[in-house]
């Protein structure tokens, strides 16, 4: 069976400083893959999607970005953290090409910047 | 632009009795429908989801129905149990695009 693990559970950091969040996915081949954000009180955004290695997309202009250096491997970066980018992060799988398929998520990262 | 509503953002409910959950869509191509379960702390688990060709989906105690005329779908769940006390969001998709886009979730109370 496919499951997804995310980590940390839980990051604070100071204002300013870098992030890497990593995700990987296993049981599964050539998945899309997602980064959503989930701030107090609201629903979740969609960040970042990738479709295959080294294909990303950006959906919300921001202070973080993304990548897939391997198949089932997604990682969420800052250089410098925001205040703003305190919040719930998560990532998610699908099957890649088939229609109508659900996402499925990880556990999350709490984050809380100082 | 909040293209997925869910306007009620709790719910109680007593235990053994229905529980409905409400949701609405302004967007009319969106083509798929989705419930998700989420406990604190945990990320979102799939519950059930509808194709805009049908207008009822049923997988045991959930039935998620879909009124594309009114943009409005929800989720009944009979009976409630304790267990499905949690905050559920739906979710909206189009032409496969796979990119959805989330209410804001509603948080139930199923109370004994």
């Known amino acids: 069976s496919q499951t997804i693990h995310q980590w940390p559970a839980t990051l604070v950091q100071p204002v300013g400083s870098p992030l890497s969040l990593e995700c990987t996915v296993e049981?599964?081949?050539?998945?899309?893959l997602y980064w959503y954000r989930q701030a107090a009180g609201r629903g979740l955004q969609l960040l970042f999607y990738?479709?295959?290695?080294?294909?990303i997309s950006s959906e919300v202009p921001q202070n973080l970005s993304a990548s897939r250096p391997q198949d089932r491997q997604f990682i969420l970066s800052s250089k410098k953290l925001l205040l703003s980018d305190s919040g719930f992060y998560l990532c998610?799988?699908?099957?890649?090409?088939?229609?109508?398929?659900?996402?499925?998520f990880g556990d999350g990262t709490r984050l809380s910047i100082l | 632009d909040q293209q997925v509503k869910q306007n009620s953002p709790s719910l109680s409910v007593q235990e053994g009795r229905i529980s409905i959950l409400n949701c609405d869509y302004t967007?009319?191509?969106?083509?798929?429908f989705l419930w998700y379960k989420k406990y604190p702390a945990e990320g979102p688990t799939f519950l059930i989801s509808?194709?805009?060709?049908?207008d009822k989906n049923e997988d045991g105690r959930f039935t998620v129905f879909l009124n594309k005329s009114a943009k409005h779908l929800s989720l009944h769940i009979v009976p409630s149990q304790p267990g499905d006390s949690a905050v559920y969001f739906c979710?909206?998709?189009?032409?496969?695009?796979?990119?959805?886009?989330f209410g804001q979730g509603t948080r139930l109370t199923i109370n004994p």
């Open positions: 049981g599964t081949s050539n998945p899309n």
């Open positions: 967007n009319s191509m969106f083509d798929y």
């Open positions: 509808i194709s805009s060709i049908k």
């Open positions: 998610a799988w699908s099957v890649l090409g088939q229609y109508n398929q659900p996402q499925h």
């Open positions: 990738s479709v295959g290695i080294g294909q």
């Open positions: 979710a909206a998709t189009r032409g496969g695009a796979q990119k959805l886009v």
